[in-house]
C-alpha cells in the first residue's frame, strides 16, 4: 500500500489512512504488522487516521434563476434544453408533475455548457493565490 503510513516529524504523528486503518484492526494482518512496526520505531508518536482532501465546490450557490439569467444573455438556443431538464414548458412556466433532472444534473450540465465559467474561477482563484482549488 503506497502512501499508507506517513511520518509527521513536525506534529510527531503517524498517519494513516482510513482503508489502511480498516485493515489494521484485524491482528496478525500486513497492515496491522506494518503499523506496529511504525510504533516501535516512533513511540513517541501517535496515530491519526488521515480524512480525504475535499474538493472545494466553487459552484455552491448558483441557482436555478442564475443559470437561467446565464443562458438567456449567453446562448437562447441552450434555453429550451434547460427549461426541459427543470421540467418546464417551452415557455419557461412550471408544469405540474412534470419530470425534471436533478439540482446535481442540471447543474453539471450548465458548467459543462459553459467552460468559461470554470476559466474565471481559475482566473480569480490565481490573483487571490488560492493553491488548493
Same mark, same amino acid.
Given at each position: %500500500?503506497?502512501?499508507?503510513?506517513?511520518?509527521?516529524?513536525? *506534529?510527531?504523528?503517524?498517519?494513516?489512512?482510513? !482503508?489502511? &486503518?480498516?485493515? &489494521?484492526?484485524?491482528? #496478525? *494482518?500486513?497492515?496491522?504488522? %506494518? =503499523?506496529?512496526?511504525?510504533?516501535?520505531?516512533?513511540?513517541?508518536?501517535? $496515530? !491519526? $487516521?488521515? *480524512?480525504?482532501?475535499?474538493?472545494?465546490?466553487? @459552484?455552491? #450557490? +448558483?441557482?436555478?434563476?442564475? /443559470?437561467?439569467?446565464?443562458?438567456?444573455?449567453?446562448? /437562447?438556443? +441552450?434555453? !429550451?434544453?434547460?427549461?426541459? =431538464? *427543470? #421540467?418546464?414548458?417551452?415557455? #419557461?412556466? !412550471?408544469?405540474?408533475?412534470?419530470?425534471? &433532472?436533478?439540482?446535481?444534473?442540471?447543474?453539471?450540465? @450548465?458548467?459543462?455548457?459553459?467552460?468559461? +465559467?470554470?476559466?474565471?474561477?481559475?482566473?480569480?482563484?490565481?490573483? +487571490?493565490?488560492?493553491?488548493?482549488?
Amino acid at each position: %500500500m503506497t502512501n499508507s503510513i506517513v511520518i509527521n516529524d513536525k *506534529s510527531r504523528k503517524i498517519e494513516i489512512t482510513k !482503508k489502511f &486503518a480498516a485493515a &489494521a484492526k484485524y491482528f #496478525g *494482518s500486513q497492515e496491522y504488522k %506494518m =503499523l506496529q512496526k511504525a510504533r516501535t520505531h516512533y513511540p513517541d508518536y501517535y $496515530v !491519526k $487516521v488521515r *480524512s480525504a482532501a475535499r474538493k472545494a465546490d466553487h @459552484f455552491k #450557490g +448558483l441557482t436555478f434563476d442564475y /443559470m437561467e439569467g446565464y443562458i438567456k444573455k449567453h446562448n /437562447m438556443e +441552450l434555453l !429550451k434544453n434547460f427549461y426541459i =431538464l *427543470s #421540467g418546464k414548458t417551452e415557455e #419557461g412556466k !412550471k408544469k405540474d408533475f412534470a419530470a425534471a &433532472a436533478t439540482y446535481g444534473e442540471i447543474k453539471k450540465w @450548465f458548467i459543462e455548457q459553459f467552460p468559461e +465559467l470554470e476559466i474565471k474561477r481559475k482566473t480569480i482563484d490565481e490573483i +487571490l493565490g488560492n493553491t488548493a482549488a
